[in-house]
């Protein structure tokens, strides 16, 4: 029996700002970001938008696009590290959506829960729904990944910004790619990238706000988290390369082959940060994987790193890029990090490419590289299935995209420092974030949506 993604569906924040724009503003050489980063747009939400209305959005279009009868649904797992309240998951809201849409109690038996672990939380939502079908095979799950990536201004990740949700329908005899058994991981517990808590007082606290007694229980010092993360750039990087490396390796002795396991490939899906993130790591397990032998055994250590930048600078790699490669990349340049959707909206720019440009690819294998700092990667592949272009015909990925509004550099920073009041697009057809209940400053209450026409 075969397992996979049936069905797909994507929300992302609708309104971008140019890269050129804030390369500009911020005195950076635009062909750097353009160029060097592959990067052309930065999504950034709305003022109604938030990693509930993502997923909500994106979690109604795969149930109407497919006519998801919502009762044979076993569970909804999210994957985000963008979670709005340290107890209740966004897979709750999810949930109170979802039935107020599509009828009450229709969830009422139906297992949810969040995900966890920086940017790979996705994969590992969707690993454990596979091995739920797998042991299951009449029963369905979804799988959505939701996240605002969102880095301080003046920041080096401020330029790989982005926002939205994937969400995928994980059955048997699925329609879309059904995955192997084998899934080889690596982790390393590091400091690469994370959200720690910070301490606030109370002064802090109440010094801008009405005074009520809803303050009056409040500690002298609390904890809060903000969304925006620490982290090392260029270490990160290391970690990123470090962790898929070994994954990959150990991935080709699970599968006990000796052959070059990337040309068994027909595409190749990674964590994408930002565009060019798959090119600029994989130049080492390029290397190091081939026939050819490019980095040999006996490289003295000085040499090595010099020997991959001459690899990434080949006219061989450059074309196993354009060939393998690429067609993940198109989206993500034009969304910016979708944190936990990154590596899905890598798999569905590459099936959108394919389907746009008329190819077939049913039969092909799919090789997956994922990515979480903190850290962890998994690597496993899947195989495309034959009904995969009419699975995908409601999804119309780049169109979508096109249709994204342009803001300036100062709705950006003003969207960035909450400080607009008004939404930039007028909502419709979607889930938006109507009121804040307790908003103060630091703190935030509870969250109520509701669905516009
Ligand atoms: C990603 C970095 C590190 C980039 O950092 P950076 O310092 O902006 O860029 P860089 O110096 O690393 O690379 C610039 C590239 O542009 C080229 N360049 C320079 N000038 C020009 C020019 N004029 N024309 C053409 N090209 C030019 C230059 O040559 C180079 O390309 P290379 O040759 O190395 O391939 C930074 O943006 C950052 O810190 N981002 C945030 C963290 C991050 O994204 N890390 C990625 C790995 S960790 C990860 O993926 C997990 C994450 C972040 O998603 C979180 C999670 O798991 O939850």
Redesign the pocket.
């Known amino acids: 029996m075969k397992t996979g993604i049936d069905a797909i569906s994507f929300d992302v924040a609708n309104i971008h700002l140019p890269i050129k724009t804030l390369a500009i503003a911020r005195n950076?050489?635009?062909?750097?970001?353009?160029?060097?980063?592959g990067l052309l747009k930065m999504t950034f939400p709305d003022v109604h938008q938030d990693a509930v209305v993502f997923g909500a959005n994106a979690l109604t279009k795969l149930i109407t696009d497919n006519k998801i009868n919502l009762n044979e649904i076993s569970r909804i797992y999210v994957g985000t590290?963008s979670g709005i309240d340290s107890s209740k998951p966004i897979a709750s809201y999810l949930i109170s959506l979802m039935e107020q849409k599509f009828g009450e109690d229709s969830l009422a038996e139906c297992d949810v829960v969040d995900f966890t672990?920086?940017?790979?939380g996705g994969v590992d939502a969707m690993q454990n729904c596979l091995d739920f079908v797998k042991l299951n095979p009449t029963k369905k799950a979804i799988v959505v990944t939701s996240?605002f990536?969102k880095?301080d201004l003046n920041?080096?990740?401020?330029?790989?910004q982005g926002a939205g949700a994937v969400a995928m329908l994980i059955a048997s005899n699925p329609r879309i790619i059904a995955f192997d058994d084998n899934w080889a991981t690596s982790t390393k517990g590091v400091f690469?990238?994370f959200k720690p808590y910070r301490t606030i007082s109370k002064e802090e606290i109440t010094k801008n706000t009405n005074n009520d007694s809803w303050f009056d229980n409040l500690e002298a010092e609390i904890e809060i988290h903000k969304d925006q993360?620490v982290?090392?750039?260029?270490y990160?990087?290391q970690?990123?390369m470090d962790r898929t490396r070994n994954a990959y390796f150990s991935f080709k002795k699970l599968k006990n082959t000796t052959e070059t396991l990337y040309n068994t490939w027909h595409s190749i899906v990674m964590?994408?940060?930002?565009s060019?993130?798959g090119?600029?790591?994989l130049s080492e397990i390029y290397a190091l994987d081939s026939a050819e032998k490019i980095i040999a055994d006996d490289i003295a250590p000085a040499d090595y790193q010099t020997k991959i930048?001459e690899v990434?600078?080949s006219e061989d790699y450059r074309s196993f890029v354009t060939e393998k490669l690429q067609p993940a990349e198109l989206a993500s340049s034009l969304i910016g990090?979708l944190?936990?959707g990154?590596i899905f909206m890598g798999l569905l720019s590459t099936l959108a490419h394919f389907y746009d440009t008329n190819k077939e690819v049913a039969g092909t294998k799919f090789g997956f590289l994922a990515?979480?700092?903190?850290?962890k990667s998994k690597v496993f592949e899947g195989t495309i299935q034959p009904e995969w272009k009419s699975a995908l015909e409601n999804v119309k990925l780049f169109e979508n995209l096109a249709e994204s509004v342009e803001i300036d550099f100062n709705t950006y920073e003003s969207l960035h420092k909450k400080e607009q009041k008004q939404s930039v697009r007028t909502p419709k057809n979607e889930w938006v974030l109507d009121r804040i209940e307790k908003e103060i400053p630091v703190l935030i209450g509870a969250r109520y949506y509701k669905w516009v026409d």
Do not use: V
């Open positions: 950076i050489e635009p062909e750097k970001l353009e160029k060097g980063l590290e672990f920086a940017c790979i996240d990536a880095y920041s080096g990740g401020e330029y790989t690469d990238f993360p982290f090392d750039g260029q990160s990087n970690c990123y964590h994408l940060p930002y060019f993130q090119r600029r790591m930048k990434a600078k990090n944190y936990t990154s990515y979480g700092s903190g850290s």
